[in-house]
């Protein structure tokens, strides 16, 4: 009998799976809607108020997603004043929604890759899994890699779709 050879364990390829980016942290929405007068506009006292005794210890370690949903005037300084306090609690805070979040988060993780351990490795971005990976993480990869890396390749080892290969010089 013949002995199966699993050519794909003994080949060079390195899988690298965007999945194991995501950030673990909760994800949660502050709306400022919640502190305007008469859902119309944000008046600074009563703001400023409801910064000094609002209890952020809720967001500790969690990601927000800073919005206001309602057509109203909320003046910049606002969310700056927001993000002081947030600055204190939360893993990461972004203005935007939480697709916007997620963005920063998958930024945040890519940005902190070290590319030498693929330095002139065939990597092959692993394409299908169990949690849904957005489009924008893949493009990152991508800039991420491609200065250093010999080929990229997107799937499962075993079915890749080449996507680049270093030209010879």
């Not at 209890?55 to 910049?76: L, M």
């Not at 890519?110 to 849904?132: N, R």
């Amino acid at each position: 009998m013949e002995e199966f050879i699993n050519r794909v364990a003994q080949s060079a390829l390195t899988t690298l799976n965007l999945e194991e980016f995501i950030h673990p942290g909760e994800r949660v929405v502050y709306d400022i809607k919640e502190n305007l007068f008469h859902g119309l506009m944000l008046r600074e006292k009563d703001f400023r108020e409801f910064i000094k005794t609002h209890d952020w210890s809720q967001y500790d370690g969690k990601n927000v997603a800073i919005i206001c949903s309602a057509d109203a005037i909320v003046p910049t300084w606002a969310y700056m004043l927001l993000a002081t306090k947030l600055q204190k609690h939360a893993h990461r805070y972004v203005f935007g929604n939480l697709e916007a979040l997620e963005q920063e988060l998958f930024h945040e993780a890519i940005a902190a890759i070290d590319v030498e351990q693929y330095h002139d490795a065939k990597v092959v971005v692993k394409g299908c899994g169990e949690k849904p990976v957005p489009t924008y993480a893949y493009v990152a990869i991508m800039q991420k890699l491609l200065p250093v890396v010999s080929s990229v390749m997107y799937g499962e080892p075993c079915s890749t779709v080449p996507l680049y290969k270093r030209p010879k010089v």
